[in-house]
């Protein structure tokens, strides 16, 4: 005991004097009391709100921190200069953009404006046709006046004639016998006139008439088939066929864009993407844009199917999985025994319009908003439309198309009276 209380009142004279060494005083009584009863700190200093250093800062670290002090307002005075450069680059941008939105608005006017110069010749173009059929109509109306003129002159000559016999013979009844007698001599010189034939041959021509106006029939069918065709132009795809799908008896031109049906399978080996039994060809690259659009010269066939196909359609076999429009993979139109039917998932739909046989078929397609029509392009009579928006809850999903769309042809076998199909062709489509 009494070397442990001689070794605690060493310790406190330690701890005294290190105290005083340091600038502290000693601690107090009551100060053992509170590190007895838990850690309480409590900052002092001079004028009791400073922090108390246990040592005083040596030189070196002064200027340390004199040094970081004054990098940091050195970065400070850089970060602002940088904030300047990027508010000056900033406003520029915003300028730039102004400028290019008043740039379009511009550009749009002077669009605006060619394509009302470009309407206004075509109405002009129109008009002056329309004042030459006019003329043409009135031409004809003064040549016919002109001919019913002279044909009414006679007519009224022949009528002063009789009129005037008329009254040289009341003349004659009511005078002298002699006088009578030269009245009956000039009534039997008066002969009877009759209608000749070629009045009747008189007349506006109406068969010519009639022919203009068919003609103009035509012509407005075709300038709104044109003019509705030349939106789809531009969104115009060149598709190619990729021969790696072709059916062994389908033979493709060098430029991958016709095919036909001879009749005899190649040597070739088989490529695991052809089609086996079924004699159909997808194209070469699937439809990437948002809207696209192509058309299928099918003069040359007489049993065919058009469409798209997922590339996940069955290649190999003849089931429902292989062939057109008879799965959830694929879409077509197709014309079979002279009929003109829609296919998807195996469903028939009778074709809206379009004349039959069909010369070329025009294939759109919208793929953001899964909507799929098909044309007669000749007369821009829509044949079938597919779209989420007309389609039967349960199959709706479906019609959100899910995977690349590649276009996608096939022969059909026609009647046994008929020769197989021979050709059919991706149409160049011209856009200027």
Known sequence: MA????????????????????????????????????????????SGDGVVQPFPRSPKLQRKIAKAAQLSEEQLSRRVEELKAERSKTEAHIQSLKKRKADL?????????????RFENMRCVLKHDEQAVIDSLELD??????????????????QDQVTKSISSIQRALSKSPATEHDAKAQ????????????????RLDEE???????????????LKAQLQRKTLLLD?????????????????????????????????????????KVCCALGLAPVTAAQSYWEVNVRCSSAWAVGVAYASLVRKGRDKGAKLGRNRNSWCVELRNGHLSAWHNDRRMACQGGQTPLGKVGVWVNYDKGQLMFYDADTMVVLQRFSAAVTPVFDRAHQHFTEPLYP????????????????VELCHLNTL
């Not at 100060?31 to 850690?39: C, E, K, M, W, Y």
């Open 408 to 423: 996608a042809i096939r022969f059909l076998r026609p009647p046994e009276k008929q020769i197989w199909p021979n050709h």
């Open 105 to 117: 608005c511009r550009s749009t006017e002077v669009m605006k404006q060619q394509a009302r110069e």
């Open 141 to 158: 109306l003064k040549r016919t006046r002109t001919k019913l003129d002279q044909v009414l002159r006679d007519w009224k000559k022949h």
């Open 236 to 276: 115009s795809s060149p598709m190619v066929i990729d021969r790696q799908t072709c059916h062994s008896q389908v033979t493709v031109t060098p430029e991958g864009r016709s095919m036909s049906f001879s009749g005899s399978a190649h040597s070739a080996p088989e490529h695991p993407l052809q089609f086996d």
């Open 208 to 222: 010519r008439f009639e022919k203009l106006l068919k003609s103009l029939s035509s012509l407005c069918k075709l």
């Open 3 to 46: 070397e442990r209380e001689a070794l605690s009142v060493g310790n406190g004279q330690a701890s005294e004097a290190q105290s005083a060494q340091s600038g502290l005083a000693p601690p107090s009584a009551d100060s053992h009391g509170v590190l007895r009863d838990g850690p309480s700190f409590t900052p002092l200093g001079p």
């Open 187 to 202: 009534s039997v010189n008066l002969s009877s006139k009759k209608p000749e034939a070629s009045e009747k041959e008189i």
